[in-house]
């Protein structure tokens, strides 16, 4: 299988994964073939590229991270938060319900492999809050599995990473979902979230101290140039840390109502850019090892001028996968060729394609 760009998604093509939308409901199932008017209605829901067979990339493994099942146990979970929270009852919220859907991605992912390669195929527009706070939660165990954290450690860590948003219900959606740039009192708006968050969190006395500091934490940067506090380096507890690169990894490589999905490979270069401006550089080395630059089935555009697709991963060099490349300056080669490309330094991928 491959990833497609649903602008080049041919009809008759067969669909290689289900796609489901962010409650975990599957649209369509793995197997069904492409029709004009689904290609149509999937770009109209704003999904961007599907997983779609094919016969020359049969070995591409593209695991899902957590199942649809934990997705849509995890979704329920939240909006049945939001629904306590906007009836007024913030300091009886249902933290078992939080804890065991935190175990249950906790033990997906224990059972998946050690490189996070495929959060991208499962976006749509709706529900970006819900949908970023699972993605997040995900990204942040697989650090925190990568740091050898303690089962107790992990459930902490994912509570509260599930829950850093929750402070947003306070604010107004003509803020949140605005398409032109923020005014500055706008903004001062939505610096309130990480409090109003933490606010609600700590009036629980299931929901651990710790885990409601991530929802206070989760914006303030290294250097201390962040919100609301302007805490600095080890002043910000190492889950509010790691909570940081998770966050902003995952709203980065997620499409919003007034911007395009940036690929994976930017955002990464993105985040590796603000190394000990942003982030502590501890927690993005484990990132750099355990999250793929170029999710498995991926199109690339090599140096060499040749295109293919990404066929599995390095872990040692999450940046230098193995590839398979069927054409060269556009031309089709008479037969595919297999790089590894943490043997080949001097071929690098360009960007991503996929057609
Ligand atoms: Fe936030």
Known sequence: MRLVNTHYVEEGSILARPVINPAGKILLQAGVIMTASYIKRLRTLGYDVLFIQDDRLEDVEAHMSISGQTREVAYKTLQNISKYIECDSENTLPVASVRRSIQEMINDLLFSSDILGNLIEIQGYDDYTYHHSINTTVIALVLGVASGYSEQKLIELGMGVMMHDIGKIKIPDSILNKRTPLTVAEFEEIKLHPTYGFDILRKNNDFSLLSSHIAFQHQEKWDGSGYPRGLKGSEIHEYGRLAAVADVYDALTSKRVYRKAIEPNVAYEYIVAQTNTHFESRILDVFKKHIAVFPSGSGVLLSNGQRGNVVRQNSAFPNRPYVRVFYENEEPLPAPI??????????????????
């Open 338 to 355: 297999d790089y590894n490309l943490a043997n080949n330094p001097s071929i690098m991928i360009i960007k991503v394609d996929n057609r």
